[in-house]
């Protein structure tokens, strides 16, 4: 009887471990990008809230005339 299992050709077996090499240098190159794109998308949130807090403070601005008390106010020549 003949064996099922045929026997190991080392060229396929070379081709097999580089493409296992080329995988695993992906795997690692995909984490460092995942990384990169998680610490931007945490930067964006942050400058996000920034910009809101100005634009709020902004309007309020806009919205309350300025109180100014002209008596208590020094003409600008002093």
Excluded: C, W
Excluded at 32 to 44: A, D, P, Y
Aim: hydrophobic letters at 30%.
């Amino acid at each position: 009887m003949s064996d099922p299992t045929p026997a190991a050709d080392p060229t396929l077996v070379n081709r097999v471990t580089e493409l296992e090499i080329l995988v695993m240098h992906m795997q690692a190159d995909f984490q460092k990008v995942n990384s990169v794109v998680l610490e931007q998308q945490s930067e964006i949130d942050t400058l996000t809230k920034s910009l809101d807090r100005l634009g709020s403070k902004v309007d309020k601005l806009g919205e309350e005339p300025e109180k100014r008390d002209p008596l208590q106010e020094r003409p600008p020549h002093y």
